[in-house]
């Protein structure tokens, strides 16, 4: 009955779409009205079209593709899933390309007046620690030259180091005393190198007094026991990292000692296999059992169908590759150190218990 059809400027209320967003919908067959006057031309919609048309409205602003938009109206639940996927993997290859040409304009571009400059003063043995810290985390890709470097981040209680490669992430801080505005320097590899190099922590060397680093977003001037270190900056905007930072409040901090851990990595094992690109490839799988007692789980320790919880009662485990374990280990120095566990979903977050700005984080592998 009409008294039971809706007007298109009523479905348009209730959906959040205009009334011309759904003639072109109407057009283009992704939201055909279900009725049409065949002497007014008015469209009627039905109580059941509100949540299609909501739906559209939705993905419109999410900026989904017509030909998709139309699919998704039709789809099972699970297939609009796998389209909502596959958009935001499109948006995230788009911004990442677009902030590379942005890069390389503000690069070609005239400086609009004298670089800000921000003065730092810190100790050379911080910086060293700093730098030790997050250097196994840097990329090698060179299609990715935004992860090739590392970054340098004033703020206004000191300074920040941030290293990533995509599959690992490490952060450390130096504590320094300030002079000028917040800035995000991205050095090469090769500087942070040559200003490790030149920052020798043996007992009377440089590194054991007081440097100065003067950064501004597009390189860096370090003095150094009356020498000098010059390095320009790459011309990559870093990733926004702070959506990878561990929640301290959600995950399970387990103490370890980790000359045992080291050691039981070194030696081999225990490990379980992982299909990827054709290949096997070893994971190593830690478990925490209770009492909250950390443990190298292998295949025995799993259900034969991969299950996340074993035989043995084991409440979390996580996947990781041994490989960056033993950086994360080597470079958080120290014997006792704290590992956070969540769910074989979250990463791992490797602590330094007396330093809690320091830390790396190991992307998990699905177990």
Known sequence: MDSDLRSIGELA?????????????????VLVPARVDPVTGYRRYTHDQVAPARLVAGLRRAGMPVAEIAEAVRAEPAVVH???????????????DARREVSRIRSLLPAEGPATLTRLTLTGAALVAAMDAVRFAVGTDPAVPA???????????????????????????AEAVVHGPSVRTLLPLEAVEALR????????GPGQGEIELVLSASSLVAQVAGQE???????????????????????????????????ALRAGGPTILREYAGRSWPVTVLG??????????????????????GADGTELRVGVNGDYLLDALDAAGGRHLTLELDSPLTPLTIRRPDDEGAFSILMPIRL
């Open 13 to 29: 209320r209730a959906s959040g779409l205009t009334v011309s967003a759904l003639r072109f919908y109407d057009a283009a067959g």
């Open 82 to 96: 796998r389209l909502l996927d596959t958009h935001l993997r499109r948006l995230e290859q788009g911004l990442a």
């Open 147 to 173: 992860l090739t470097g590392v970054l340098f981040e004033v703020t206004g209680t000191g300074l920040e180091l941030v290293a990533t490669d995509r599959h690992r992430l490490a952060v450390a801080t």
């Open 197 to 204: 190099h030149l920052l020798d922590p043996a007992p009377g």
């Open 229 to 263: 270190l010059r390095a320009t900056a790459l011309p990559e905007e870093f990733p926004d990292y702070h959506v990878l930072l561990p929640r301290s409040d959600a995950a399970r901090r387990v103490p370890v000692d980790a000359q045992w851990l080291v050691a």
């Open 288 to 309: 925490l059992g209770t009492p909250d007692r950390l443990r190298l789980l292998g295949p025995d320790d799993l259900t034969d169908g991969g299950d996340p919880v």
